[in-house]
């Protein structure tokens, strides 16, 4: 009763402009089948109040949990009475937002810089000077955001008609280091195509459609009011809480596991599939290519993951007719990434080996616009930055990123056998 008190008092003081001085974040990692229960116990009882960074999924993976300061002495003694052992991760979550950027750094850098993050804003100015700079890039305008702002793609072509490679980021608006390396990623494809034969070979093979930030309302926000914001901005009919969660709110089992009916819930999946303004959008204008896109990938950090469907359920047994395919294009995709840095990922099955999340976009993209390679990949890192990346981390993510993709548009990406009906 007392925790269930504080939660109460806790949502009642919360402020539009969020400072996350005092917030800590706590690791749990469950270790046997008794503790994993008693994580999504506790989950079902705060996932409207506290923040999951990392939800409980599987025995000896870590469940991260950000609690602010007038719940984090309560949260403790409930982890203790549940005998949950746990570790500070975080000390500060504010500490760690403020070093997240280099606030007195001075620019040296000519033109657009790659290497630290750009506002909403910014990144939309990126889009219209980079196809105009650039012959082979062209600017698309996918259609508005909730708020009115535009939701853009560039297009990289060499010309012709060929298969589509869709690359999107920045689902979920607190995950900076996505449209950082979506946009050092489309960099590459263009500033190396007369260099380096295995660029050139990606172009000509397919045409790439990347969006930087899908969810650029939230985006916004996460710069003028809350930096770990998730959702979208969109109201909710009835309720003091704002936005859904685009990656529970396509049509694809939209409503099942992982997706929450709560509005208040940072899984909230929405009044209906397609609901969410942005992910309506980007639907009616991916449908031209439906049949015809090679391969789909939705960038998201964190956790060092390279996944596959079924994303829906955490059962391995359903039939998914090209899960070896997959799998095995992402193990050489991940191979090729480790190289530079030494990165290790985890290649496997979304909803099984992750966690279930239905009305995501990996089922989306293999089911609704039948793609045999759809992936939803978790960048950096597995937990000591969490969100809030530093920015001299987004150029390696940007290049180790790039050497997987050059392994996924250097392939043929075969059809392979028929994919399930939606």
Partial sequence: MKLLCALLVFVASTSAVKNYGGYQVLRVVPQDMEQLQRLHDLYSLLEDT??????????????????????????KIELSRRDLGFSIYVEDVQTNIDNERCTDCVIAKAGFDYTIYHTIDEISQWVTDFANENAMVTEINIGDSYEGRPVKAVKISSGGSKRVIYIQGGIHARE??????????????????????EVKAMVDNYDWYIVPSLNVDGYSYTWTNDRMWRKNRQPNDGSRCVGTDLNRNYPYQWGGTGASPSKCSDTYYGSAPLSGKEVSVVD???QQFSGNIALFIDFHNYSQLWLYPWGYTNKKNIEQPHKDLQHDLAIRATDALRKPYGTEYFVGMSGPDMYPAAGASEDYGYVTLGVSYSYIVELRDEGNYGFLIPEDWIEPSGIETFEALKVLGTDTLPIGPPIPEA
Wanted: aromatic letters at 12%.
């Fill in 50 to 75: 506290v923040d999951f960074w990392k939800e409980p999924t599987r025995l000896n993976q870590p469940v991260d949990i950000m609690v602010g300061p007038n719940l984090v002495k309560d949260v």
């Fill in 176 to 197: 900076w280091i996505s449209p950082a390396t979506m946009m050092y990623m489309a960099n590459q494809l263009v500033s190396n195509y007369n260099t380096d034969a």
């Fill in 284 to 286: 009616t204008w991916l």
